[in-house]
């Protein structure tokens, strides 16, 4: 009988212990988040994991009906691009487009050497309309999502608040 209630003490601390340090995790891991609690924190978790889901079907989806026929002027816009002309050249200075995967940068390195001070204006022409195609681009995708909150997205915000 002794045996058996130092086995049942013995099994009892090592539970507790084990508990302890479960709970030390579990705050460790909410220490810094907005979470009082682990499930609040998966809950949130799982939304995340939702949301980034979808996003990645819709550009799954996108990709597919890219490469219907009717739907071909979206990649001659991509292939078109952005252009910059310089003065009366009928050349274009910086081209930023896609061909398909990726995006491109082209200068035309003719008209580059005649302007003043064309390093600095180059490469601020070439950041400027970089950022605005990528961005364009990948949202269009589907792989970064679109900044334009949609109307759904605003009833749910209400409705979310209203609760």
């Known amino acids: 009988m002794v ?9 009892m601390a090592k539970k507790k212990t084990t508990r302890s340090v479960g709970n030390a995790e579990t705050r460790e ?4 988040t ?3 609690k682990a499930e609040e924190l998966k809950k949130a ?5 939702q949301k980034t889901w979808e996003q990645l079907e819709k550009a799954k989806i996108f990709n597919e009906l ?4 009717e739907y071909d002027f979206i990649k ?23 061909e398909g995967l990726g995006i ?22 070439i950041r400027s309309l970089g ?8 949202q269009a995708k589907g792989i970064i999502p679109s900044a334009d909150a949609s109307i759904e997205d605003i009833v749910k915000a209400i409705q979310k608040a209203a609760k």
């Open 76 to 98: 001659k816009e991509f292939l078109e691009g952005l252009k910059c002309k310089y003065g009366a050249s009928p050349e274009h200075l910086v081209k930023v487009y896609s």
């Open 3 to 11: 045996r058996y209630l130092q086995r049942e003490t013995e099994g």
């Open 131 to 138: 950022d605005t195609f990528s961005k364009s681009y990948y």
């Open 29 to 32: 891991k909410l220490k810094h």
């Open 104 to 125: 491109e940068v082209d200068i035309n390195q003719d008209l580059v050497k005649d302007i003043p001070h064309s390093g600095a204006f180059v490469e601020t022409l």
């Open 66 to 69: 890219a490469d219907k026929p």
């Open 45 to 49: 978790s799982q939304e995340i994991r």
């Open 34 to 36: 907005p979470f009082t």
